[in-house]
């Protein structure tokens, strides 16, 4: 317990194998704010990188904020589940499990999901499937590299078909790159390979379908790319749809907010956001 | 009980340190991990921190388990900076602290100090490069020092880091005590050295080749340093 939050541990899910941190606002507010959800960032535990998680939401909780962060099934103190389920499904059943402990223990109706990289990933997947959660806020999500009607609209360019003919382009890149690939991961000092799980349709109707029920959304970039607006405005296409939006390019980050000041950001911005969007 | 290490290592470090505890446990033993004020899940924050108030931290969390458990028999185990405030502790309770577990201990504080300052002089862009820059100071009225890996590291706690020499309190180590080692290190030579012409400590110093597990562990993200693990419970057990 610290000044006007008090923290408890929990264990929940069907199994009582997911471990958590409650953080609550003292004295303890009406189930009518929506209350957070700190997702897993890769493997990293439930404190986060630089134990990020744990000042943030203490932040939230003293502005009157519930606050859930826990462990994924696997990651940290939690067990993995023993339903069978694929990594991802048992991601998103996580999510659930911890948004119906909530639902159950504390009277939340609503939750505003939060995650960095994977775990930005796992929220949106999710957003859309659960009409509890109100928003998202997304740090370095994966986007859909291509948006609806993409390759319908390739297919119709004159250069798509001479790139084709003249052996250059994407579908010979992508050969190419397949090909080179197969060769170097038969040698033996080869590291891992990762590819991200998620493909590009399930992230673009994970985007879409967030959009299209309503789910507010805050979107951070760190690092210097600034092509994510375009691709968040194709994706939500419909008028109307841009003010679910917020974008915020954190130029100067690092990935994993090394820095005091940029965490502070980080907090602030997400502050300033659940205060406009009425949560 | 299991000691843990400071900051950015602590966190790495955890996956490994909870195989471990589950290790112990399968093979019958009581086993407590906790975090120290102001670390992982515990209340305060690094700024508001000390070595003393951790070791007493530990003296807290050994009369929990002990509590808890109704043991009368308690092995310490501590990672890095955990491994040498677990010695401290065991030293300053001896007897109550029947085995000890030094896991790549501190051995020289104000070579763990460099150590740590050298790794936070690589940072990573905006662009995911690593870059050399200086230390960033933190300002004087929150305690001053500098920000590590990710952690503020305070004057005081830089200090109090400074003044740490394992070396000094091997001759009042316990018996039964376990050295590991992941890879050579000048200063564990030092304490091997001092541990071994020491009549009043019969120490097992072992090296085992290891996966260093408080490193960034990317890319071999979710590589546990499995010998070391299998050797300390085999050793407890």
Known sequence: MSGGTNERAIIFGAEKSLIGIVTQPLPVPSGERPAVV????????????????????????????????????????SDNRNDGLGPLDANLADIRDAIDWLAATLRVRRVVLVGLCSGADHAILFAGSD????????????????GPGYFGRRMLRWRTWTNFFSGKGLFWSFLRRKFVRTIEI????????????????QLLHAFQESAKVGIQMLAIFTGGSRDAHKVLMNLVQRKGNERLFRLKYFDRNDHTFTFEVDRNRLSDEMMQWLRQTGF | MICNPWGAEHINAHR???????????????????????????????????????????????????????????SLIGLRLGATLAAKVAVSLDPGVNSLVLWDPVVDGRAYLDELYAASRVVPTADGQLVSRPLVLRPSDLGGGYEILGFPLTAGMARELKELNLVALTPDLLRRTLVV????????????MVLGASDAVAPTIEQIKAFRCWIDPWPNVGASPVAIINRISQWLT
């Open chain 1, 38 to 77: 700190i997702l897993n960032t890769g493997i990293i535990y439930r404190i986060g990188h630089n134990r990020m998680y744990v000042a943030l939401a203490r932040t939230l909780a003293e502005a009157g904020h519930m606050v859930l962060r826990f462990d994924m099934s696997g990651i940290g103190d």
């Open chain 1, 131 to 146: 009409c509890r959660v109100a928003g998202v806020v997304l740090i370095d999500p994966n986007l859909p590299t291509h």
């Open chain 1, 186 to 201: 038969t040698r033996e000092d080869e590291g891992v390979q990762w590819q991200n799980p998620i493909s590009n349709s």
């Open chain 2, 16 to 74: 490994a340190l909870r195989q471990l505890s589950r290790k112990l446990s399968g093979a019958g033993l009581h086993v407590l991990r906790f975090d120290y004020f102001g670390a992982g899940d515990s209340a305060g924050d690094m700024t508001q921190t000390d070595l003393r108030g951790w070791e007493n931290d530990i003296k807290s969390a050994l009369a929990e388990l002990g509590s808890i458990t109704g043991s009368r028999r308690v």
């Open chain 2, 181 to 192: 080692l992941s890879e050579p290190q000048v200063y564990c030579c030092t304490l091997g």
